[in-house]
């Protein structure tokens, strides 16, 4: 039996469909690349989670794919900052209710602006973490976009 946590938790609170997907975990790899590669799927639909805060709004959360780099001036630009640079390892658990290697987007212990980038929505379904190191969710985007009040956005660093 898998661990429900608070992100499947919301996720049975919203009635919405998705897959816990348990993998083994390596403590000095914890990267979506790995997670990827450990669950067997493709790079692009493994989301890691990234938290960054912003000069005007604050704390936002941005989902990306696992291979990519967060480009921080777009993140900016869509949350509404001028800056925006992604909170300290050793501050995350404060903020989020997570570590590093098990921040899901869902269940934060407080309510933040969600940005999941646009390629999400190339997929029938991606995963992100499900709130523990060796846990994945699997979802639709739709579906993952409803549950964390999230706006789909040009995020990527190319």
Excluded at 5 to 27: F, G, M, Q
Excluded at 144 to 158: E, M, R, T
Aim: hydrophobic share 45%.
């Amino acid at each position: 039996m898998l661990t429900k946590t608070n992100a499947a938790r919301l996720l049975d609170t919203l009635k919405l469909p998705y897959e816990l997907i348990s993998y083994d975990v390596d403590e000095e790899h914890l990267d979506a690349v790995h997670v990827a590669q450990s669950c067997g799927q493709n790079v692009d639909q493994v989301f890691k989670t990234l938290v960054a805060h912003g000069d005007k709004n604050g704390i936002t959360v941005f989902c990306i794919p696992g291979a990519y780099e967060l480009d921080l001036k777009k993140a900016a630009a869509v949350s509404g900052n001028k800056n925006a640079e992604l909170v300290k390892v050793k501050d995350l658990f404060s903020l989020t209710g997570y570590i590093r290697g098990g921040c899901s987007p869902l269940g934060m212990k407080k309510k933040y602006h969600v940005f999941i980038d646009e390629t999400a929505q190339l997929y029938d379904f991606i995963f992100v973490s499900g709130g523990l190191r060796g846990l994945q969710i699997k979802i639709t985007p739709a579906a993952l976009a409803l549950a964390a009040d999230a706006v789909f956005a040009d995020l990527l660093h190319y």
